[in-house]
């Protein structure tokens, strides 16, 4: 079977089991990865690699590296070993020293491959792409991390994903120490201001929701302390202080007196984390973790 029709072909059931289990711990769908991955593939090589397989010949093998070229923390080192094993088939050597989640240096080997040379740079971008976007992730979410160190706070993200990669997004900001947020519509109501419009207030929009959803986690949204105070009089446990200044978030936090868990948001920046963290919330939600993150610089170098 050609590598294209194998690519085409590809099932679940050809997930390495070493690899399922690695993204089962990690709380990774591995058919959603599968799909990610397959479709990324058929994206970048519906047939042939016209630069690849005519300039290299096919029995020619190498080793390559993935390498750090600036420092940061990483993730999506599993998953761009499985494009490889999509691509070049699960008869090749692939060493992963550096685990998702820790932090490495300029000039740290983060991967190695050895297989057919031509196929290792078909397989090169899609792998890249994915290791480098989730340790961009990972990157942006341990500096927040680092910038609350001694605040109380922890740095959460939001549903302002890029489509597709939700998981795998969420998943980043774990490596990079953050904490999730709800991961769909589904498992977590959160009212904001247009559900505030149009149930007529906050609280007849909290109770709507807890008639009909009674089981599920709620938070609702404020943006000023009056809101605030009638959500506590009828014991809304999580409550979202939107666009509020320090001075302001901290009277809140002395109005909740811990009745609530309380969670900043807004515009933050890296810059004003460690102001925002002090003032006694408990999460400050960071959308920029997912929606704005540098790439991480990852390249991939055939050994000489």
């Known amino acids: 079977m050609s590598t294209i029709d194998r690519i085409a072909a590809l099932s679940y059931d050809e997930v390495p089991a070493g690899l399922a289990a690695e993204f089962g711990e990690a ?84 991967l190695s491959v050895t297989g057919p040379t031509a196929l290792l740079l078909s397989a090169e971008r899609t792998a890249l792409n994915f290791a480098c976007h989730l340790s961009g992730v990972a990157t942006a979410t341990a500096a927040w991390v680092t910038a609350l160190e001694g605040t109380g706070a922890r740095v959460r993200d939001t549903r302002k994903t890029i489509p597709g990669w939700r998981d795998l997004e969420k998943y980043a900001v774990r490596c990079g120490g953050g904490v999730n947020h709800r991961h769909s519509l589904s498992d977590m109501a959160l009212v904001k201001d247009n559900h505030v419009i149009a149930a007529g207030g906050v609280v007849p929009a909290y109770e709507l929701i807890r008639s009909r959803f009674p089981s599920v986690p709620v938070q ?80 991939m170098d055939l050994r000489s």
Request: negative net charge; charged residues 25%.
């Open 27 to 110: 709380e990774l769908d591995a058919k959603a990865l599968h799909k990610a991955v397959a479709a990324a593939l058929a994206e970048d090589l519906p047939e042939a690699d016209v630069t690849s397989w005519a300039t290299i010949p096919a029995e020619q093998v190498e080793t390559a590296d993935f390498v750090a070229r600036e420092p940061g923390t990483v993730a999506g080192l599993g998953v761009a070993e499985l494009v490889f094993r999509y691509v070049l088939g699960n008869d090749i050597d692939v060493r992963r020293p550096i685990a998702d989640g820790q932090t490495v240096q300029q000039g740290d080997v983060l």
């Open 220 to 299: 609702v949204e404020v943006d000023s302390l009056e809101q605030l105070r009638e959500l506590l009089e009828i014991g809304v446990e999580s409550i979202l202080l939107d666009n509020m200044e320090p001075t302001t978030l901290r009277e809140a936090v002395a109005i909740t007196a811990g009745r609530a868990t309380l969670e900043a948001s807004g515009g933050l920046t890296l810059d004003v984390a460690a102001e925002y963290g002090a003032t006694g919330v408990d999460f400050l939600a960071v959308g920029a973790l997912t929606h704005s993150a540098k790439v991480f610089d990852i390249g």
